[in-house]
């Protein structure tokens, strides 16, 4: 019942900025405090990547690709977590996914849940 669903997606010109959301549902308010959170994206041909994550104390992370330009933060009254990107760039073009429920499991920290995606395409 756990679901994670994203938007704000798009196509924008390089340095323009966009915002992505993540809404969750069938979270109980324990496991949403608890949970830390991220973001991922996955571009034509490559790895997932780790963007950014937030975990249940606020503390934050970000990918050196992405640092000072995108911000992570989470509103838990709407039980949304956000993705703030700005002076976009075409190589931040991919799919994003938000995910949750981070946590070492036998040595390697992975995400329990995931969203299904949204393309964001950046263009020169």
């Known amino acids: 019942q756990v679901q994670l669903v994203e938007s704000g997606g798009g196509s924008v010109q390089a340095g323009g900025s966009l915002r992505l959301s993540c809404a969750a549902s069938?979270?109980?308010?324990?496991?949403?405090?608890?949970?830390?959170m991220g973001w991922f994206r996955q571009a034509p041909g490559k790895e997932r990547e780790e963007v950014a994550t937030i975990g249940v104390d606020g503390s934050t992370t970000y990918a050196n690709s992405v640092n000072g330009r995108f911000t992570i933060s989470k509103d838990s009254a709407k039980n949304t977590l956000y993705l703030q990107m700005n002076t976009l760039k075409p190589e931040d073009t991919a799919i994003y996914f938000c995910?949750?429920?981070?946590?070492?499991?036998?040595?390697?920290?992975?995400?329990?849940?995931w969203g299904q995606g949204t393309q964001v395409t950046v263009s020169s």
């Open positions: 069938g979270f109980t308010y324990i496991m949403y405090i608890t949970y830390s």
């Open positions: 995910a949750a429920d981070g946590r070492p499991r036998r040595g390697v920290y992975e995400y329990k849940y």
